[in-house]
């Protein structure tokens, strides 16, 4: 099978996977890059992170299935749209069609009273977390979702209030897309349920390989 690219959120890394690839098997077709790693020492602006990450994915080389949940799925939302060629699947986890500039703005003024110890298990250190926010407050999905042309599956867990409007968005407007509520579970699904997010991953490849 083609290989499979798992990306992490802006409040987690690349460990936060491991569950999720041990229930599918702990495949070595699974691949989990680290966000932080593949910018290369560069500014976590938007445009950054997007220019890094294509270019990770051109060394991967043949057409690959995608998934990202939070931050990961945005980047794999635009990865799609810009490169579809490359993408047999995408699956998006908890990814919102629009960044919410209010929230960001107030997330930003709460971690600018937390030490930078916080940080230490996110994405980015406290200063690439500032720039990554203001880079992203103007992002808008809602006009391109319907250009995605390849089999989607867009996953939320139950619990994930924030993000449950824009799953039905994404799955009205991505043709052909599927969409599944997961019960009891938030917006970390990797980590909260991630028996049921490989079974649902497992069921989506076997029917896209």
């Known amino acids: 099978m083609a290989k499979i690219i798992l990306v992490h959120g802006s409040g987690h890394r690349a460990a936060s996977w491991e569950k999720t690839v041990s229930c599918l098997g702990g495949r070595e077709d699974v691949l989990c890059p680290e966000l932080s790693g593949i910018l290369g020492g560069k500014e976590a602006s938007y445009p950054n992170l997007c220019a890094s990450f294509a270019d990770y994915c051109a060394q991967v080389g043949e057409p690959f299935h995608l998934c990202g949940l939070s931050l990961g799925g ?9 490169h579809p060629e490359q993408v047999r699947t995408l699956v998006l986890i908890g990814t ?6 209010a929230s960001f703005a107030l997330q930003n003024a709460v971690f600018r009273f937390l030490p930078k110890s916080v940080f230490t298990s996110m ?11 203001s880079s992203m407050k ?34 009205q407007n991505i043709p052909g897309a599927e969409l599944q509520i997961i019960a009891h579970t938030g917006h970390v699904v990797n980590e909260e349920n991630p028996q049921a997010l490989a079974e649902l991953l497992k069921d989506f490849y076997a ?3």
């Open 74 to 82: 945005i980047l794999a939302l635009h990865y799609t749209l810009e």
């Open 96 to 101: 919102p069609h629009k960044v919410p500039g």
């Open 123 to 133: 994405a980015f250190d406290k200063r690439n977390t500032f720039a990554l926010g």
């Open 138 to 171: 103007n992002l808008d999905f809602s006009a391109r979702a319907g250009g995605i042309r390849c089999p989607a599956l867009i996953l939320c867990g139950e619990k994930d209030r924030a993000n449950l409007p824009s799953a039905r968005f994404l799955a």
């Open 207 to 209: 029917r896209h390989p």
